[in-house]
């Protein structure tokens, strides 16, 4: 069946402008989760939704990001006047619940790689 | 807060030897523990977890972890390395009430012939 997709699978933007990152969690999922990889790291936790609502934001670096899942499927990560600092790889996972370690695996999508000039 | 450590920022491993790849986790309870494989281009893989239970884990592709409480320690193993398992390799934590994980830095494998 099909994965995570996200899109685009690059985004090259200069500095102080706006971008949005897509995800296409696999179908049926309520769990989506958004992680920032930077150059030489591991991923780390940006927010996590369940259903349609941000369960845990805690990851957001500041208010220039946002993120929403209006419908409970695909999710949007927005980024507002964009810096330099913000370059990195952004991955998106879903699972099939969430929150229940016992039964759930993250799957993750490709991630977009994002580079601010 | 919860932390992962993998002290070893590259390693290379002849193909058909052995392979010990080091994780290390700082949780004030049980902690949930996995390790995930990411190759060029691709999303991350699980390879296995850790719940609860037998500390010893299997997972894909061969390779296994042992979860020792006492040296807040999860290694990942794989008896005989093939030329295809060269990726990196990433060591989680989760915790608390949610499902989000905590990464380490990451391990590059190289794979020689």
């Known amino acids: 069946g099909a994965g995570v997709s996200q899109t685009p699978s690059n985004k090259v933007t200069e500095k102080g402008k706006y971008v949005e990152l897509r995800c296409d969690p696999i179908?049926?999922?309520?769990?989506l989760y958004w992680y920032r990889q930077s150059l030489g790291q591991g991923p780390e936790f940006l927010i996590y939704?369940?259903?349609?609502?941000?369960?845990?934001d805690s990851g957001l670096p500041n208010d220039r990001f946002f993120a929403v899942r209006p419908e409970g499927s695909v999710s949007t990560l927005k980024i507002q006047r964009t810096e330099r600092g913000d370059s990195a790889v952004y991955l998106c996972?879903?699972?099939?619940?969430?929150?229940?370690?016992?039964?759930?695996?993250?799957?993750f999508g490709p991630g977009t790689r994002l580079t601010v000039l | 807060a919860q932390s992962v450590t993998q002290p070893d920022i590259h390693i290379t491993v002849s193909e058909g030897a052995s392979l010990e790849l080091r994780c290390n986790y700082s949780?004030?309870?049980?902690?949930?523990l996995f390790w995930y494989v990411q190759s060029p281009g691709q999303g991350l893989q699980l390879l296995l977890k850790?719940?609860?239970?037998?500390?010893l884990v299997q997972g894909i592709k061969g390779f296994e972890a042992e979860f020792k409480r006492s040296q807040s320690s999860f290694n990942l193993r794989k008896p005989s390395v093939h030329w295809s398992d060269a990726a990196e390799y990433f060591c989680?934590?989760?915790?608390?009430?949610?499902?989000?994980?905590?990464f380490g830095k990451g391990t590059m494998l190289l794979v020689s012939p």
């Open positions: 179908s049926g999922h309520t769990a």
């Open positions: 989680a934590v989760g915790a608390g009430g949610y499902s989000t994980l905590t």
């Open positions: 939704f369940q259903g349609t609502g941000a369960a845990d």
């Open positions: 949780y004030g309870a049980t902690p949930y």
């Open positions: 850790y719940f609860s239970g037998d500390t």
């Open positions: 996972a879903s699972s099939p619940s969430g929150g229940v370690f016992g039964t759930d695996t993250q799957y």
